[in-house]
């Protein structure tokens, strides 16, 4: 079992494509491998978010559909993908 792990000192932004270095230690930095910059831009979207839809992060519902725009913000869930285009639009349920 020969498993590299060179990605992991050079991470690549999935976002954005630009490599991070020295990235400060952040939970979700292995899940999402982005930029300070990429991040920023996600977590200013992810308030708009859950304001938009009323999410309460004590709530684990609320936070799996935080956690699926996420995922759409980073390009790794297609199903939501539509919501990212519009933001200013954002889904009614
Ligand atoms: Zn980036």
């Known amino acids: 079992m020969a498993v590299t792990k060179s990605w992991q000192m050079t991470k690549t932004c999935i976002k954005c494509g630009n490599s991070i270095e020295a990235q400060p230690e952040d939970p979700a930095a292995d899940k999402y491998p982005a930029c300070a910059a990429c991040w920023k831009e996600w977590t200013t979207y992810a308030i708009m978010v859950m304001n938009e839809m009323r999410l309460d992060m004590s709530l684990p519902e609320h936070r799996k559909a ?3 725009y996420e ?4 390009g790794l869930e297609k199903g939501v993908a539509e919501v990212q285009k519009n933001p200013e639009k954002p889904p009614s349920h």
């Open 66 to 68: 935080l956690r699926k």
């Open 71 to 74: 995922r759409a913000f980073f």
